[in-house]
């Protein structure tokens, strides 16, 4: 339907059960991601895209350990195992994924010194993707959003969907958790504070 558009968050082999950044079941959601693209005319992806040695990565910063944090000018940022690496394997989208009406790809985190869970605006909190622009371009103000991580990814491209105006729906059943520390708790908490709506796939009326 115009004016709608599916927006599938991170769905890439390093957030897979056995990847380096897995998220616990996060391939369960593959079936489902892939039932719901049928049902939109319009679907927009993101893809992870890190530089070798990129600011999010644990290994840039010696004595840090994955899953710790660090301050940095833009603010907090976890630090996490190398993943998501441009042009390795783990980088590469689910290979059951069906890409057919994959219209545009928005590739983030590409900039070695900001990371970007968003697939708006980077962790600076000021670099834009482009995403919204586009979206405007075409006319579709209406986004439902699924993928990986629910509590990272999945919320901050929501949120900042949310914020940008558009109306934001989130399918809880086709995404996954990393949960970190109550972050999937929060994320919720903070998405329906600013009128994201949650709901599962069976109530998607479309
Ligand atoms: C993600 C952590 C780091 C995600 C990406 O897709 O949720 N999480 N990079
Ligand atoms: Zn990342």
């Known amino acids: 339907m115009s004016g709608t558009c599916l927006v599938v968050v991170d769905v890439q082999n390093d957030f897979m059960p056995g990847g380096a950044l897995a998220v616990p079941r996060g391939d369960e959601i593959v079936p489902l991601v892939n039932r719901l693209e049928a049902r939109f005319e319009n679907v927009v992806l993101t ?4 530089p070798r040695g990129h600011i999010s990565f644990a290994s840039s910063h010696p004595g840090k350990k994955p899953f710790e944090t660090i301050e940095l000018s ?7 195992p190398d993943h998501c690496v441009q042009g390795t394997a783990g980088a590469a989208l689910h290979f059951e994924l069906n890409l057919a009406k994959a219209h545009l790809v928005i590739r983030k985190g590409h900039h070695a010194g900001i990371d970007s869970y968003s697939a708006f605006l980077e962790a600076d909190r000021t670099t834009p993707t482009g995403l919204a622009g586009y979206l405007r371009e075409r006319k579709l103000d209406k986004l439902y959003v699924c993928g990986l991580a629910t509590d990272f ?23 996954r958790a990393i949960d970190l520390d109550g972050s999937l708790a929060r994320a919720w908490q903070e998405m329906q504070g600013t009128g994201v709506k949650r ?3 069976a109530e998607l009326k479309r």
Do not use: M
């Not at 893809?47 to 890190?50: T, V």
């Open 199 to 201: 709901i599962g796939s």
């Open 47 to 50: 893809q992870d895209w890190h």
């Open 74 to 80: 833009y603010g907090t940022q976890v630090l996490w």
């Open 153 to 175: 990814c999945v919320a901050w491209t929501a949120l900042d969907a949310r914020a940008a105006g558009f109306d934001t729906t989130v399918i809880e059943d086709a995404c």
